[in-house]
């Protein structure tokens, strides 16, 4: 399975706005369900969102009502759009593909991008 790519981070201050693309070169991830995930300094990979290729989606409770997953499927990318950001939200955010949904646990996932860096300052 290829990597994935994410791109979109950045340094905000608490309260702003980011939206991350993931997107998959090369191939298409139609029939595939994916999720974005963080990790943070001294912190285990955690889902965030996941989203299915008909459209369904799921948030952790952290994000709930702040974040929103999204699909394009003309553009082969799928976008998190984060609003309200917290501190806590600072980590390294990382999108994955699944053949399963929800999404298998972040262990349970091959082939991980590199990332892209968000960092909330208060």
């Known amino acids: 399975q290829a990597r994935l790519v994410e791109s979109g981070g950045g340094v905000v201050q608490a309260g702003g706005t980011l939206r991350l693309s993931c997107q998959a070169p090369?191939?298409?991830?139609?029939?595939?369900?994916i999720g974005w995930f963080r990790q943070a300094p001294g912190k285990e990979r955690e889902v965030v969102a996941g989203?299915?290729?008909?459209?369904?989606?799921y948030y952790a409770d952290s994000v709930k009502g702040r974040f929103t997953i999204s699909r394009d499927f003309d553009k082969n990318t799928v976008y998190l759009q984060m609003n309200n950001l917290k501190v806590e939200d600072t980590a390294v955010y990382y999108c994955?593909?699944?053949?399963?949904?929800?999404?298998?646990?972040?262990?349970?996932?091959?082939?991980w991008g590199q990332g892209t860096q968000v960092t909330i300052s208060s």
């Open positions: 994955n593909a699944d053949v399963f949904y929800p999404l298998r646990r972040p262990l349970e996932l091959r082939d």
């Open positions: 989203i299915a290729s008909s459209g369904g989606a």
């Open positions: 090369g191939r298409s991830f139609t029939n595939y369900a």
